[in-house]
């Protein structure tokens, strides 16, 4: 693969931002689950329904700022002399790593025999959740090698321990592959991207062709009484493919806002995909619905369009009017999305775990959950600015 030389190389702030932005309603609408008498249009829409609320958009929303991520990031590191080797290393570690701790907090969850473990599930699930810190912290130049291998192979260790230590509702010991969980499906979906943008050279014609093509794979794994839906290796790939159209359609945007010489105009082609993504969507409408539970194309379509069209008014703002300092509330997230998404599982199964509770069950639903839902989404910004200061920063 080679540079993509017209690929601007300045900070994009903006992309920053989304990123911040998404992450920080990701918590508090991961936090607001728990929370009951809530108004339906701050939970995700139930599986049997053809609609879809804003929390369906905050995954797709992820989706899309990875996939257009991809070319920066490849860019940078055919810049700094990376070899082939290196890069394909370095895309199956992320894609390892995200796969295997989706596994984990999957099995976090349910499916767990609570008399048999020998530690309780809320300890297990907290130390799943902890354990990808010591091992895929960003450690300072400084830091001693010595230290950083004992925490980094004793993290890794102490995975091969849980997996030992669990034991499922039936009695077998380890872990199953309920889902991928999240961070599992965003793995997979990185990983089928990122190896044909390599092999096309980030070609953006042959993008749009994989977009399509992930797009008419989930609407054949969609249709009923379709024999190669029988297939186990097809439902596979066709099922990762519904989210590697949500990665896919953020590389075009990045490729058409970036691949060139920026312009203070209207970028008629982006407005243009950003209409055909709803138009597309609107026309498998009648066949498909619309559901984020079950990843109907026309949900995928819809969260695309609209993340092109969110995007576009951050561009506008951020790139063009240069209005950035309001954004500065989000950089943190956007600086450590990783550590941000697990730290709230960390501190409720340590909670569950040590047997205490410290939010009032007054704010456990209505108004006031939905409150504290918001308070707790600054705390862990706040938190991040600590984390980052300190260096600890999650980097696969």
């Known amino acids: 693969m080679t540079i993509k030389e017209n690929l601007y190389s300045g900070r994009i702030i903006s992309i920053d931002a989304f990123r911040g932005i998404t992450i920080l309603v990701m918590i508090f609408v991961n936090e607001l689950a728990g929370v009951s008498d809530v108004p339906q249009w701050m939970k995700h829409m139930p599986a049997d329904a053809d609609a879809m609320t804003f929390v369906d958009l905050v995954f797709p929303a992820f989706l899309f700022i990875v996939g257009m991520s991809v070319p920066f990031a490849f860019n940078a590191r055919l810049a700094k002399g990376d070899q082939p080797f290196v890069i394909w290393k370095h895309t ?19 499916g767990y025999n609570e008399a048999q473990m020998l530690i309780s599930p809320a300890l297990w699930a907290f130390f799943a959740y902890t354990l990808p810190i010591p091992i895929w912290n960003k450690y ?3 830091f001693p090698s010595l230290w950083k291998n004992i925490l980094q192979y004793g993290g890794m260790l102490g995975f091969v321990t849980l997996y030992f230590l669990y034991i499922q509702d039936n009695g077998q010991m380890g872990m199953t592959q309920k889902w991928w969980g ?37 609407c054949i794994n969609q249709t009923d009484g379709l ?20 990665v896919s359609a953020g590389v075009i945007i990045s490729l058409l806002f970036f691949d060139g ?20 969507g609107y026309l498998l409408r009648p066949y498909y619905e619309v559901s984020k ?7 995928t379509l819809y969260s695309a369009g609209l993340c092109t069209f969110i995007y576009y008014a951050l561009y506008w703002l951020m790139e063009i009017k240069k209005k950035t300092a309001w954004s500065e509330f989000f950089m943190p997230a956007a600086a450590n999305p990783l550590l941000i998404y697990i730290l709230p599982g ?5 909670n569950l775990a040590v047997g205490i509770k410290i939010i009032p069950e007054y704010f456990s639903s209505g108004i ?9 989404s600054v705390i862990m910004l706040y938190l991040m600015k600590v984390f980052n200061k300190f260096n600890i920063r999650l980097h696969l």
């Open 227 to 246: 024999a190669v839906n029988d297939l186990a290796w097809f439902k596979f790939i066709a099922g990762h493919l519904t989210h590697v159209t949500l």
């Open 182 to 218: 999240i961070l599992g499906l965003i793995g997979w979906a990185y990983l089928f991207t990122v190896v044909y943008y390599w092999f096309t050279n980030g070609n953006l014609k042959a993008m749009i062709a994989f977009f399509a093509i992930s797009v008419l794979a989930n």
């Open 346 to 350: 960390i501190i409720i199964y340590f």
């Open 140 to 142: 300072s130049k400084d």
């Open 293 to 299: 539970i079950r990843g109907t194309p026309s949900w």
């Open 261 to 280: 010489k920026n312009s203070a105009v209207i970028n008629w082609k982006v407005v243009g995909f950003g209409i055909l993504f709803f138009l597309v």
């Open 368 to 376: 006031p959950g939905i409150l504290w839902c918001a308070i707790f």
């Open 92 to 110: 199956l570690k992320r894609s390892v790593a995200l796969i295997l701790m989706g596994l984990f907090m999957v099995n976090a969850e349910y």
